[in-house]
Structure formats: structure tokens, C-alpha cells
């Protein structure tokens, strides 16, 4: 064991000294591969969130003029094909999540990495997501950004040490540029991908990230994001928040943030043995029939959000009224159930979307549902249950605590939110750590990539 690990600190140290040496020989060339790297991640991460919400903007106007029994099944069937033959014609590496698909070529697995993946990823992420697939842009903007780093390190020629670690940069500035959260992607590269901290690679990656969040500001501030909050002349870039809660922390709300932890920690363990077991089953079942599992997988999630309330056809607004808390408890609790069971098919299928965002719901709905019950038994809620929900879940489920923390924070871009939201989040962490030590990417991994 000793001697292991005498080994992997020796590997480390000669990959810190050869991307030194690198910076030394060639320092424009590294700052203009680390620029290209963070531009093209912010330009392909706002590129995909704006093609899903022209899609989906297009469904939702479908459903104005025909029924959603008629239009929703048929869009998803359609889309998921389309979304499959893109991925089995041109990338087979483009499905799934992208998450999993870093990770993997970071431990030395072989996935294919370059523009053609990154640009077959966008195109039918845009296709899937927007079709009505219950997903998020984040796995998929740390795949394309990964890509576009990839193929940066093969214009500069650069020592694999280093090509490792501008490729776990260019996925953490797909988070950033997604989530407007500089400081959550770089913390996202190092505690999940890199699992690493020296002092140069900790450089590396936060220009990289900070770069695609300054570029993705830019971009935004252009018009191409219509969700964005644009420029001022006066006033320069406005701060991009999605939601501004009230928020107290009270001495008593350690107590209820931590069983929020714990019951999240437990329900995230569930979630990420349900989504693996879906995956098995999909693979099983289907086998190398991608487009025939992505179209059935469609029409059947289509068929099921036709007899939900018209809330659940736009997931954005779902999670705009649940974290504003402008619904009720049963709309909470039949988000829980139909994102849990809907997220897992989907994922089943391969599809090219990520799962932060509804996680970031189904922790949402959980705050909100524990918030009233604790209010009504006791009197007394913390204003943060609803915002540390979603942070614990994805902490749960990924085992990236701080990561979690920062993107419940960029949501509300408000610091007094970071302590009681990071109590849930180490709380469901060490809940989750102790049933499996492993991420619920890291154990995808086995199923994409490994078998």
C-alpha cells in the first residue's frame, strides 16, 4: 500500500514538473490553448441552452393548438430518434450523460475525444432535451467542453499531464458557463474530476473557468441567451441570479438542516441506484438498438407528462415555482415522484443530458414538501430548506459537497445562503458516502464505458 502510494505522489510530481517545464517553453501558446479552451465552452454551453429553449418554446406553442396527448408523445418519439441516429451515425460516444465520458478518459479509459463528439453532443442534446427529455445542459457542456480542450491539446502538441488536466478544465468550464458559477466549475474540475490540488494545476483551471464565465457574459450580453440578464452601459454586466429568496439562519435551523441532510442523503442514494439499475436494464434489453430505445424512450415519456398539469411541460417553470414556493405541497410531492421515475428512463436510454438539473429539482421539491410538514409539526421552517434541498441532493448523489454549495449559491448569487446550505450538503454527503463510496458518475462509468 505504502509503496502504491509512494508511487502515485512520484506520478503526480513528474506531471506537476512537466507542465511547468511547458509553461516555461511555451507560455502564449498554453494561455491562448487555456483562452480558446474557456471561449469555446462558454460559446458551445450558451449555444446549447438557447437551441433547447427555441425547441421547447416550439413544443410548448404545439400545445396551445393540439392536444398534449397528441403532441408530446409524438414529439418525443420524433426528437429521440433524430437525437439517436445523430449519436449512432456520427459519435457513438456523444450518449449519455458527458459526465461519466470525462471522468472515464481522466482515469485513462478509452473514449473518444474531439470536435466531432463535442459537436454530435450538442446537436442532439439540443434535439433530446428540447423534445421533452426530463435532462439538464451540464453533463453535456462538460462533454463539449472537454472536447474543445481535447482538441486544444492537440493543436499545442502537449504532454499527456497536461492534456489531463486542460481537459478537466474545459469540462469545468462547461459548468461554469452553464450555471454562470465560475467558482462551482473550478471546484467542480478539482473535487470531481481531477481530485487534485497542486498549485499549478489549481491555476490552470480557474483561469479556464473564469474565462468561459467572463466569454459566456459576453455572449449572453449579445442576445443569444434569451434567458440572460444582458448589459447595461451604465451599470456593465448585470449579476445573473435566478431566484432571491429570503433568508434567515437561526441557531435552531443547524438541527433541521442536518435531518434535511440525512433524509436527502438517504433519497439520493435511492435516485442514483435507480438511474444505474434503469441503465442496466436499458442496455440489456435493447443492446446496440440505440435509435429504437431513444424513440420508445421518447413517446413513453411524452405519453406520460400528457396527463400531468401543464406545469410539468416545462421543466424550467417547475423549478421557477417550486424554489418561489408559488405552488402547493401536491405539486412538490408529484414532482418528486415523476422527475424520479422519468429522469431514470430517460438516463436508461442514453439520451445526451445531464442530471444535475433535475436533481437540483427533486431537491427542491424535497425542501419544500419537508419545510411545510416541519413548519406545521414544530412552527418554525428555515428559509433556506428549499436552496439547501438542492444543493444536499446533488451532494448526495455526486459526492461533490462544495460543488453543490456553489451551485445553489449561484442560483441566488447571495453569500448568506453558503452556510446553511453547505450544512445539508455534508450532511447528505457523509449519508450517501456510507452505503457507496462512489459517485453515481463514477459508477457509470462501468456501464458506458467499462462493459
Known sequence: MENLQTTNLQLSNNASKNIKKLLKKKFLIVAIALLLTGLGASITSISFKAGIYFINNWRLDLLEKFPSF???????????????????????????????QIMGFLRHKKVPMNLQVGLIKLISGIIAIGSGFPLGPEGPSVQMGGSVAWQMAQWLKAPKAFRRVIIAAGGGAGIAAVFSAPLGGFIYAIEELLNS????????????????????????????????????????????????????FLPIDFIYLVVLGIIIGLVAELYSRYVLAMQIVGKKWYKNKFVLKMSICGFALGSIYSFL???????????????????????ALLAVLVLFIT????????APGGLFYPMLTLGASIGLIMGNWVEFATGHAPSTYIFAGMGAFVAGCSRTPITAMFLAF????????MKPVLISCISSFLIARTFHEESIYERQIQIEIDN
Open 309 to 331: 398539469p401543464s406545469s410539468f411541460h416545462n421543466l424550467d417553470e417547475l423549478q421557477k415555482i417550486i424554489a418561489e414556493k408559488n405552488t402547493n405541497i401536491e405539486i
Open 70 to 100: 397528441v403532441v408530446l408523445p409524438l414529439f418525443g418519439m420524433i426528437g429521440g430518434g433524430i437525437s439517436g441516429l445523430l449519436i449512432k451515425k456520427f459519435a457513438p460516444a456523444a450518449k449519455g450523460s458527458g459526465v461519466s
Open 343 to 350: 429522469t431514470g428512463l430517460a438516463a436508461a436510454s442514453g
Open 197 to 248: 490540488a497542486r498549485p499549478v494545476v489549481l491555476l490552470l483551471v480557474v483561469v479556464t473557468t473564469f474565462i468561459a464565465d467572463a466569454s459566456a457574459d459576453i455572449i449572453q450580453a449579445l442576445g443569444l441567451d434569451p434567458k440572460a440578464g444582458g448589459f447595461d452601459f451604465n451599470l456593465g454586466f448585470l449579476i445573473q441570479k435566478e431566484y432571491s429568496p429570503l433568508i434567515k
Open 410 to 417: 449561484a442560483l441566488t448569487k447571495d453569500l448568506l445562503i
